[in-house]
């Protein structure tokens, strides 16, 4: 008799899933996580609101309320706006949309895992393009490499998670203008750093861009994530995203935050500040750990001691970072997310305690 595995696609039983140690620490830098929290202005206003709500009622099937406020803030129209649960279901709503077997995608890497997992298992054919020696992106390799393949679908992160490192507008708007696919930009640290892109998706229409509620607006426990893209693309994405994905509560804290960025702004001005002194600190080690500059919430950090060891060293004194050296171009790479100012110097003490 034969195995019900046999009945799983073999691109699906190819791949590992994505994965994460349930490890505890007092001090977790290891998620890119707002390390501030939200105001306790704004949980009260959103329980208050959700104690007013029907809770054996589903939520609205479209959430018109909460397309006009991102509309708002970013700028663009409401028709073509989608949320859903964290941008990891905007992800996979795009490439269920576009990608089946012989679609060929386009990845700057290293990059986020999940979209290898996505790709994967819709049976896309992976182009992977090498960022630059310094984990920079390899602009005119990858425009030169989106055209000869004929991609179907690129995705760029940018900032880019676990780099860093940022696309400028004038080269996407390059990318876009001369790529025949859809152009994928998941911007989920935005907020922290690197240009809006906005302006762009009237210029073209094949751009798509991904956002978050889970970084800046220190909403990482409620998965809220939105897609902004032409109203006739946005429209299919649509059809590949489950219904009633973003439940009730969610949609009311990120309608609040939305009502309340004098309160967040402040936050992310802060982790703005310790991303740069913490990038100072980790430079004072003679070269022990070497920072790739950053325009997100995380470091990507070249280390003398070997990824592993130093992971372990650190969570036995209560800190977890990221183990990033499984990854392509990053064998000597850890990431380290920007905590608090108390987390941040207790990170460099432990360092130093390792280095002595």
């Given at each position: 008799?034969?195995s ?8 699906v039983r ?5 994965t994460l140690?349930?490890l505890?620490?007092?001090i977790k ?7 501030f929290?939200?105001p306790?202005?704004i949980k009260?206003?959103?329980m208050?609101?959700?104690m007013?709500?029907?809770?054996a009622r589903?939520p609205?099937f479209v959430?018109?309320s ?8 970013t700028g663009?129209?409401a028709?073509g706006?989608m949320a859903g649960n964290?941008?990891n279901?905007m992800i996979q ?6 990608v089946?077997?012989?679609v ?10 999940v979209?290898r ?6 049976g896309?054919e992976?182009i992977?393009?090498p ?5 920079t992106?390899?602009?005119p390799?990858?425009?030169s490499?989106i ?8 995705i760029i992160?940018?900032p880019?998670n ?7 507008a004038?080269?996407?708007a ?7 696919g859809i ?8 907020e ?7 302006p762009?998706?009237s210029?073209h ?5 991904l956002r978050?509620?889970?970084?800046a607006m220190?909403m990482g426990g ?8 032409a109203?006739e693309l ?5 059809k590949?995203?489950?219904p009633?994905?973003l ?10 935050a939305?009502e309340?960025l004098?309160?967040?702004?402040p936050?992310?001005e802060?982790?703005q500040?310790e ?5 100072a ?6 070269g022990?750990f070497?920072?790739?500059?950053s325009a ?15 992971f372990e060293a650190?969570h ?7 183990d990033?050296s499984?990854?392509?171009m990053?064998?000597e790479?850890?990431?380290?997310s920007v ?14 305690e390792i280095t002595?």
């Amino acid at each position: 008799m034969n195995s019900p595995l046999d009945k799983i696609k073999s691109n699906v039983r190819a791949i590992s899933a994505y994965t994460l140690a349930p490890l505890e620490a007092q001090i977790k830098i290891n998620q890119n996580e707002n390390p501030f929290g939200m105001p306790r202005e704004i949980k009260e206003e959103v329980m208050r609101r959700a104690m007013k709500h029907d809770w054996a009622r589903y939520p609205d099937f479209v959430p018109t309320s909460l397309l006009e406020k991102i509309a708002g803030y970013t700028g663009w129209r409401a028709d073509g706006v989608m949320a859903g649960n964290g941008s990891n279901e905007m992800i996979q709503s795009v490439v269920n949309s576009i990608v089946e077997k012989g679609v060929r995608v386009v990845l700057s890497e290293p990059t986020f895992s999940v979209y290898r997992q996505v790709i994967n298992v819709a049976g896309g054919e992976i182009i992977s393009v090498p960022l630059n020696e310094d984990l920079t992106f390899n602009f005119p390799r990858l425009a030169s490499k989106i055209v000869t393949a004929k991609a179907d679908l690129t995705i760029i992160c940018s900032p880019n998670n676990p780099t860093g490192c940022v696309i400028s507008a004038r080269d996407l708007a390059t990318i876009a203008r001369n790529s025949d696919g859809i152009i994928v930009v998941d911007q989920a640290y935005l907020e922290i750093g690197g240009e809006d892109f906005i302006p762009l998706l009237s210029e073209h229409k094949n751009l798509v861009i991904l956002r978050t509620f889970s970084k800046a607006m220190a909403m990482g426990g409620l998965r809220v994530g939105y897609c902004l893209a032409a109203p006739e693309l946005i429209r299919e994405f649509n059809k590949a995203k489950m219904p009633y994905s973003l439940n009730f509560f969610s949609m009311t804290a990120a309608e609040v935050a939305l009502e309340n960025l004098n309160l967040l702004r402040p936050l992310v001005e802060k982790m703005q500040r310790e991303r740069e002194r913490l990038f100072a600190e980790l430079q004072k080690f003679d070269g022990l750990f070497i920072p790739i500059p950053s325009a997100a919430n995380f470091f990507c950090v070249k280390t003398a001691i070997p990824p592993k060891e130093l992971f372990e060293a650190l969570h036995a004194r209560g800190i977890l970072i990221r183990d990033i050296s499984k990854a392509p171009m990053l064998s000597e790479y850890v990431r380290i997310s920007v905590g608090t100012p108390e987390e941040n110097d207790r990170l460099i003490a432990a360092l130093r305690e390792i280095t002595i």
